[in-house]
């Protein structure tokens, strides 16, 4: 609904007149996010019609050419390398090739490298015919099969065929009815069934690899981002977590979001419940009674089983919900610390209240995400939001120098500019709801002002659960829990490659093949954090 509201002149503008054009705009914004919802409910309803909802056509983002240009750039082919590639090149086979008649008299100077980068995908089968021998004293043996023979996720398949089919499915996102009429174009014999089969069978060592990388990812982080989103299993809507930074990721998908839920997610399948004084701090910020504090710090202070800590709540009458809610997520808390988490930890997130936990720092784009939803019906409502829009954005890149190169006496100034953006009054109603709001969360905001190594944003964690979004997209959800914990593992596992530098699929080949040439993902996170470290130290001067 677009209304364009008349002019109104200055000596026009009595009281009455501006309450009234402030309830008209907040009416106006009000239809509009109701008419985004109704669209929203519309293509949900087709989709489950079997029809397809309204397309979202973007518009261009090409840049415009600029007439003003009298040089022209470079004529160079879209997608053709500016300067080689090949120099780092391993070269498997060399052929040289020569003029079989040359001309009369030509002389050869020497060989020009022209190098051909291929691919080559066949089938090959091995028929191993194994010696059997019966012993003098009764029965047989039989001639073991060469190291790197029958992996355990493959049986009668090859290493490089089980690399093959999980490389395609975790990495290039196949379903497996695709890649199954791809392997069978291949020449290979196998049934979905077996397919499946060493897709989600015998992982429990990759499952236990991504434990580690929390683990350890937990320990050697000064912050860790994350962020959420929608995962469906056993046709039933549920959630998939995603924790990590710049040397980690780590996906989870649970039946539910809650703050309990996110430390247990943090927890790992290995849980520790603990009451120290993190777990005191935080269920005094809690309110929780006093009388129940007297009783809960009486007697063991930590257990490492979910059933004996129930046992324990149970025995000190402990069983209304919300005690019992507020009781585990304190011992959860105090349990990471134990664990060797840092208090000082910074969880960097959009604000969703079961991410508020250790230290939080709050993402700037998702706190401006308000002022860009907001259609102004007035040509100065437009103006303001605007001009509250630059400011926010300029004050953001100033807070980006300041992480670049932090400076003491630049941080009260940043402070100062922040309060008197977000105290001043537009005149705008939603703008100024949208700027209390983001003054009520100065110290998430601000952050930076006294961990420069925590980014502004969250779109790193956006950027790593996208992959799984798109996944989602393509094969809908899970069926089995199998399926979903070999879902959350492996692009646990192939993000933190990325994110260490690490091939993926040699990764897979060394871990197959159990040849233990790739180091554990858990020991390159704790090097390549103490490298940060020390250069860290070195960066700062004497």
């Known amino acids: 609904m677009k209304v364009e509201l008349p002019i109104i002149r200055d000596e026009e503008r009595t009281p009455l007149v501006v309450a009234l054009l402030d309830i008209i705009n907040q009416a106006l914004d009000h239809i509009h996010n109701l008419e985004e919802t109704i669209q929203l409910l519309r293509d949900e309803i087709a989709v489950l019609k079997g ?80 010696a059997r021998y ?42 497996e009815p695709l890649l199954l009429e791809q392997l069978e174009e291949y020449g ?52 998939c977590t995603v924790i990590g930074n710049d040397l980690f990721a780590y996906f989870e998908s649970t039946d539910s979001k809650s703050r309990l839920n996110f430390l247990q997610i943090l927890q790992g399948s290995q849980r520790t419940y603990a009451i120290n004084e993190i777990t005191l701090a935080y269920w005094e910020q809690q309110k929780l009674p ?50 060797g988490v840092s208090p000082k930890l ?14 939080h720092a709050a993402c700037w784009v998702h706190a401006e995400r308000p002022l860009a939803k907001l259609v102004p019906s007035t040509p100065m409502h437009r103006a303001i939001l605007e001009q509250v829009r630059t400011q926010l954005w300029q004050l953001y890149q100033d807070l980006k120098s300041y992480r670049e190169h932090p400076e003491a006496s630049q941080r009260r100034l940043l402070e100062e500019r922040f309060d008197a953006f977000v105290g001043q009054r537009t005149g705008y109603p939603n703008i100024d709801s949208v700027l209390k709001e983001m003054g009520e969360h100065k110290a998430d905001l601000l952050r930076v002002l006294e961990r420069p190594e925590v980014p502004l944003h969250n779109n790193e964690m956006e950027s790593d659960i996208r992959e799984y979004v798109k996944r989602r997209k393509i094969s809908g959800g899970t069926r089995s829990d199998a399926g979903r914990r070999c879902r959350d593992t492996f692009a646990s596992l192939k993000k933190t490659c990325r994110k260490l530098g690490l091939r993926f699929w040699d990764y897979l080949q060394d871990r197959i093949r159990g040849k233990g040439k790739v180091p554990r993902l858990g020991d390159l996170i704790r090097q390549k ?3 940060k470290r020390a250069t860290k130290v070195e960066a700062v001067p004497a």
């Open 51 to 130: 029809q397809k909802p309204r397309p979202k056509i973007q518009p261009s983002i090409l840049p415009l050419a600029d007439p003003s240009a009298t040089t022209p750039g470079p004529d160079r082919r879209r997608g053709r390398p500016s300067q080689p590639r090949t120099e780092n090149l391993t070269i498997h086979q060399e052929v040289v090739l020569d003029l079989e008649n040359p001309p009369v008299g030509a002389i050869l100077k020497d060989h020009e490298p022209y190098i051909v980068q291929d691919l080559r995908i066949e089938s090959h089968n091995t028929c191993y015919q194994r």
């Open 529 to 531: 954090a103490r490298e």
């Open 290 to 339: 006093e009388s129940l504090l007297n009783r809960l710090t009486q007697g063991p202070q930590e257990w490492t089983d979910e059933a004996v800590w129930k046992a324990r709540l149970a025995e000190l009458g402990i069983t209304g919900e919300r005690y019992v809610r507020m009781a585990t997520e304190g011992v959860l808390l105090g349990g990471l610390v134990a664990r």
């Open 346 to 359: 910074v969880i960097l997130s959009d604000g969703a209240l079961q991410f508020v936990l250790f230290v």
């Open 134 to 175: 019966e012993l003098p004293e009764g029965g047989s043996i039989l001639t073991p099969l060469p190291e790197g023979v029958l992996p355990v996720e493959g049986g009668h398949y090859g290493a490089n065929l089980v690399a093959y089919i999980m490389d395609q499915y975790h990495q290039a996102h196949v379903t």
């Open 188 to 239: 290979i014999v196998i049934s979905a069934g077996q397919l499946h089969s060493i897709l989600t069978e015998n992982k429990e060592r990759f499952h236990q690899e991504k434990e580690e990388v929390l683990a350890v990812g937990l320990v050697e982080s000064s912050y860790i981002a994350t962020d959420d989103t929608g995962a469906r299993h056993q046709g039933h809507n549920g959630y």
